[in-house]
């Protein structure tokens, strides 16, 4: 074990966890970064396992020439020992695409990226950059990523030019923002605008002047349609003191909105907010702020904030810096960078605990876990709060053998098998679609293996997972079952004809109603009375938009009520409203024939004669 441990992990309850046999045995987690100076030393010293696997970029051959990645190692190792750790390098976003999918191909659980590129991108969660996270947790992967340490060293605002000199104006009658250096240290400042990524026709440039207002740097790459929106110079301090930086233009741009980042020196007018890194804004990489261990309810300083350009709340969780490492001691290791180990560290111990979680389960957990400080709720300054792993989660048995069984439009039956007997009940959650996000929709109690899924979407299929629970203790989801449900029943018809209340000439009308979509088939009574207690037709099955009464059934001058359901093999619509028609008189009877007159006394004579007619 490490002789230099986190003071992070005590904070983050992870000790507890350790203590409990979770150690993140099982689980893979990878350190992304630049450099991994001393990683053999620190195997050697026991500050990191000899199980390390390595992975160097091919442009830089070796473990690099930084500690940072060491130290970020050091972090996850005190936290997550039992995992299986991988120290990966990169130098170019080619390099960094390429160790990502060799890690896919590792079958990795989690990437720990304490790197971030302030104008690699727009701020919304697109590019390049972040379409390598995209990648990643398409394949599973839990991507933890620093937020970046510039809340001092950024400034926001619009083009402001009111004295019409090429030069913007960050305060009335200021045109630069001014730096403080030590000499000999580098300056790196980097400008972006909300022009169209690679479509930017709007050309601003980026200058720096020292104490006598000469220029020293200037960065004036073009921006003529087909180019990315930003711009980046460096120079090494020729002296200790201010050196002022501006924002000029030699054209006549559109006026835009400006995000400047000074990477290493504190801006004189500064703006904390959207002061995110690349690719903390991505919406699927886990972002982490930074709270100093020994004052954790206080957000650091420098520590970036949301929310990104497209208005989504960042970062999603602040974690302990300023601990020990051996790579940085006797100094702590302070920033964001230290933070997020410290994350990707727990999520290996719940990934350890609930093998069954996903990236989004184990960032959920994190989340629900957390200390929430600031504002009530998810905020732009710590997220949903410091990082806290909470009491060893009850050993619970997963339930097994789910079962999805349909049983109408509108509902789907659960069963499942109970697999232990310390459960307080059971937890269960859908998702509609095999792409979409898991909601828990209700639970029952100890010993219950059944559920009803109601008020569901005819024709839609949905994803269930069940697990059981005790207090905060969960158990590993059980596999999931899908079922799709019926088609709806369809709706009641409309009777086209005859109009309501017509009388029919004839005693065999066809009788007229409109397609139903989804229907089948059709039913249709027909009675003397509007109850339809007694109908003198009851029939169903038909396949045609219409019935044609036989003789014999009606009668003349007699009113008929009627209606038509449809059918299919969801079921059976309700009755259309019903409609009337009365037959007519019909035709004039024929003539009768035969009359005899037969005398029966003097005052009586009986007549007969023969009836010809049937509607007399």
Request: aromatic content about 10%.
């Amino acid at each position: 074990m490490p002789e230099v441990v986190s003071q992070g992990v005590a904070l983050i309850d992870a000790d507890d966890w350790q203590s409990a046999g979770c150690t993140g045995t099982g689980v893979k987690i990878a350190v992304l970064d630049p450099g991994f100076a001393g990683y053999a030393t620190r195997v050697s010293e026991g500050e990191l396992p000899a199980s390390v696997v390595i992975h160097w970029a091919d442009s830089i051959g070796d473990e690099g020439t930084s500690v940072h990645g060491t130290a970020c190692a050091e972090i996850v190792y005190d936290v997550a020992p039992g995992a299986q750790l991988y120290l990966v390098n990169f130098n170019t976003e080619v390099e960094m695409g390429a160790a990502v999918d060799w890690l896919i191909g590792e079958g990795v659980n989690i990437i720990s990226h304490s790197v971030g590129w302030p104008i690699s991108g727009p701020g919304d969660g697109t590019g390049p950059i972040c379409d390598i996270i995209d990648t990643a947790q398409a394949a599973g992967i839990l991507w933890v990523n620093a937020a970046g340490n510039d809340a001092q060293g950024h400034w926001q605002g619009n083009w402001v030019n009111i004295d019409h000199d090429q030069y913007n104006e960050f305060a009335t009658g200021d045109e630069t923002n001014t730096i403080t250096v030590t000499n000999g240290y580098p300056i790196v400042v980097l400008l972006k605008w909300n022009d169209p990524w690679d479509a930017s026709a709007n050309d601003y440039d980026l200058l720096l002047f020292d104490k006598y207002c000469s220029l020293v740097a200037l960065s004036d790459d073009p921006q003529d349609g087909d180019d990315v929106p930003r711009e980046g110079l460096d120079y090494i301090a020729a002296y200790s003191g201010v050196y002022h930086i501006a924002i000029g233009t030699l054209g006549s741009p559109a006026p835009v909105n400006f995000h400047l980042y000074s990477f290493y020196q504190d801006l004189q007018y500064k703006t904390a907010s959207r002061s995110l890194t690349i690719p903390a804004d991505s919406a699927n990489a886990l972002a982490v702020g930074a709270v100093a261990w020994n004052t954790p309810t206080t957000l650091e300083s420098f520590s970036s904030r949301g929310p990104t350009k497209d208005g989504r709340v960042k970062p999603d969780l602040v974690a302990p810096d300023g601990v020990s490492t051996r790579s940085y001691s006797p100094d702590p290791f302070y920033g964001t960078s230290a933070a997020t180990p410290h994350v990707a560290g727990a999520a290996a111990l719940v990934k350890c605990r609930y093998s069954s979680y996903t990236p989004a389960d184990m960032q959920s957990f994190l989340e629900s876990a957390a200390v929430d400080l600031g504002t009530a709720g998810k905020d732009n300054l710590y997220g949903s709060g410091r990082l806290r792993l909470g009491a060893y989660p009850l050993v619970i048995n997963a339930p097994s053998d789910l079962s999805a069984t349909v049983a109408s439009s509108s509902q789907i039956d659960l069963t499942w098998q109970d697999n232990s007997d310390n459960e307080a009940g059971f937890k269960i959650e859908r998702k509609t679609g095999s792409g979409g996000t898991y909601a828990q929709i209700g639970t029952v109690g100890a010993g219950v293996t059944n559920y009803s899924s109601t008020s569901l979407g005819p024709s839609t299929t949905y994803y269930y997972r069940v697990r059981a629970y005790n207090g905060t203790s969960n158990s590993d989801y059980c596999d999931e079952a899908s079922a799709t449900t019926l088609p709806a029943p369809p709706a009641a018809p409309a009777l086209a004809s005859p109009a309501n209340g017509a009388t029919v000439p004839t005693l065999t009308p066809r009788l007229q109603w409109n397609v139903v979509a989804g229907a089948s088939d059709y039913g249709i009574q027909v009675a003397t009375t509007s109850s339809f207690a007694s109908p003198v037709i009851d029939e169903t099955g038909i396949t045609d938009l219409y019935c044609d009464i036989l003789p014999s059934v009606l009668n003349w001058s007699t009113t008929y009520y009627w209606r038509v359901n449809a059918h299919n093999s969801a079921g059976t619509s309700a009755w259309s409203t019903y409609r009337s028609f009365k037959t007519g008189i019909g035709p004039a009877p024929d003539a009768p024939s035969v009359l005899t007159a037969t005398p029966v006394s003097a005052v009586r004579i009986d007549l007969a004669w023969q009836d010809n007619s049937i509607n007399e």
